[in-house]
């Protein structure tokens, strides 16, 4: 008894755990980008359009994250704003717990259309981003070398592009990206343009580099499919203005495969979704003709 009651006073001299505080600082400081009530207008002959709002966003450091929404919906331009490419028209973008300010080399997009120099080799492209950012030439070569083995590409080290197929400039411009050791990938829908094929190698190949790599992605994309093949979250964004209209855990076990039932099974219940978004960009489309 007495135990007992040294023990309780002990209990109550001990100060109160404040669980929930540690709680939230923890999750500030994982987030690897916040995005806080982010809206986006543009100015337009026809008056202001809202493009984006109030987007409240957390991405996970190491997470794969897929951003799906109709065609128009804001999808390029929240990754624009995550890059820093663009500013919010109100709204605040943090990374790393610090305000984005502007683009750094901490963040880098990959665009569908590349940008890749057919005049310059494999190696010399992937290059060009290091020596732009003032690395030495041998450091150039090692860093080139070694993401070029990642994306498995070694042998074509001294191809022009213009000799490359499509699949093969997508993991070219994926080491040119990676090869400036960026944290975050952002992704505005690389694969679109690929066949079916292609497209299947190259999920594939992103998964094992995120894997490896243990980047944060943001991959945006209109294909609900090849957002739960890759996502560990999918997030919808609504037709104009952007916003989200729901989250989806995705827990299907790695790796993944297009045909894989489950698969279709929760892309079935996100296109759903996707679906009415659809049919309202439609209804729009229509109206503004009629
Ligand atoms: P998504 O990538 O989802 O197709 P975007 O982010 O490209 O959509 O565009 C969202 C909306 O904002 C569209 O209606 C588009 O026309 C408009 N928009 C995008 N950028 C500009 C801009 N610089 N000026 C005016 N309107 C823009
Ligand atoms: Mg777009």
Redesign the pocket.
């Known amino acids: 008894d007495v135990v007992g009651t040294s023990s309780a006073r002990r209990y109550l001299k001990t100060p109160m755990p404040m669980p929930l505080e540690t709680t939230e600082s923890v999750v500030t400081q994982q987030a690897k980008l916040r995005l806080e009530s982010v809206s986006r207008s543009?100015k337009?002959p026809r008056g202001p359009?809202s493009?984006l709002e109030s987007i409240d966003l957390d991405v996970r450091e190491g997470e794969f994250l897929c951003l799906v929404?109709p065609?128009?919906?804001?999808?390029?331009?929240l990754l624009s704003i995550m890059a820093g490419l663009d500013q919010p028209t109100s709204g605040a973008v943090w990374r790393d717990g610090k305000p984005v300010e502007g683009p750094g080399t901490d963040r880098i997009v990959i665009f569908q259309e590349l940008g890749l120099f057919p005049g310059l080799t494999v190696r010399e492209n992937v290059e060009f981003g290091l020596r732009m950012k003032g690395t030495s030439k041998q450091e150039r070569r090692v860093r080139a070398q070694h993401y070029l083995r990642l994306v498995h590409l070694s042998r074509f080290e001294a191809s022009y592009i213009h000799q490359l197929s499509g699949g093969m400039k997508q993991r070219v411009a994926l080491a040119r990206s990676l090869a400036t050791e960026p944290d975050v990938l952002l992704m505005d829908e690389p694969f679109a343009a690929l066949d079916a094929q292609t497209r299947d190698l190259l999920h594939e190949e992103l998964e094992r580099i995120w894997a490896e790599t243990k980047k944060t992605v943001i991959f945006v994309t209109h294909n609900v499919r090849e957002a739960v093949r890759l996502g560990d979250r999918v997030v919808l964004l609504t037709f104009?203005p952007g916003r989200i209209k729901n989250e989806f855990a995705i827990t299907l076990p790695r790796p993944r495969h297009l045909e894989d039932p489950e698969l279709t099974l929760t892309a079935r219940q996100v296109h759903a979704q996707l679906r009415e978004e659809i049919n309202k960009a439609v209804k729009e489309e229509y109206e503004a003709n009629h």
């Open positions: 543009f337009t359009l493009a929404g065609s128009g919906c804001g999808k390029s331009t104009r």
